[in-house]
């Protein structure tokens, strides 16, 4: 089973390139959701999805988009990469949210803006 | 807003030791609490949860209450190993998203 997959697993940026991390579920659940893991520091929520065609922001959400054209993908964007941005970028799905529901995540997109 | 507040690292244990990962946490309502692990180069892994107070999650001999009392859902094992060496993460799903701890650092020594 292959789950939460995420593309690239590594990857240097320079200041003001763009790119886009890549994240596909096969569970077919119904939330998606972007998070960046900074050193030491928990994980903070960029972007989530509730379904096909919606999205809304977390708490930090500069710097970044996101679209969710199907259930499967939920790619992030990053426009004018800063090096405030370096970081270990984690996507996650869930069935729902609340009452329990897990979240299963990717391995991680490693992230190095210069 | 809510927080989760998880006991400071790294820790550093003798396999088959006792131990203890605090944390505590600020909610409205009544949150799911949840104990994720990260080994090295992968992504977050449920370890346990508990949905309600007193609940007693547990999974590959860790364990964790869910005190309402106390507001707080402390990690033990009675005996760790090696491979338990990891990072792990107390969250809350109140608001129906999940708000972290920062991460506790596990370090088993053989």
């Known amino acids: 089973n292959a789950g939460v997959t995420q593309t690239p697993k590594f990857r240097i940026l320079k200041i003001g390139q763009s790119m886009t991390l890549q994240c596909a579920q096969d569970?077919?659940?119904?939330?998606m959701y972007w998070y960046r893991q900074d050193p030491g520091m928990g994980l903070k929520l960029i972007y989530y999805s509730v379904g096909a065609g919606i999205t809304d922001k977390g708490e930090v959400p500069n710097g970044y988009n996101v679209s969710r054209s199907t259930t499967e993908y939920f790619p992030l964007r990053l426009e004018l990469a800063a090096p405030s941005q370096t970081s270990v970028y984690f996507c996650a799905s869930s069935y729902s949210a609340g009452a329990g529901q897990p979240q299963h995540f990717g391995d991680g997109t490693r992230l190095s803006i210069l | 807003g809510d927080s989760v507040t998880q006991m400071e690292g790294p820790v550093t244990l003798s396999e088959e030791a006792f131990l203890t990962i605090n944390c505590t946490y600020t909610a409205t309502g009544y949150p799911s609490l949840f104990w994720y692990v990260q080994y090295p180069g992968e992504g977050l892994q449920l370890l346990l949860k508990a949905t309600k107070a007193d609940d007693k999650g547990s999974n590959k001999g860790f364990e964790a209450t869910y005190r309402k009392e106390t507001t707080s859902f402390h990690l033990e094992k009675g005996s760790v190993q090696v491979s338990d060496s990891a990072v792990y993460f107390c969250a809350s799903d109140s608001a129906r998203q999940l708000t972290f701890g920062s991460g506790t650092q596990l370090t088993v020594l053989p």
């Open positions: 569970m077919n659940h119904n939330y």
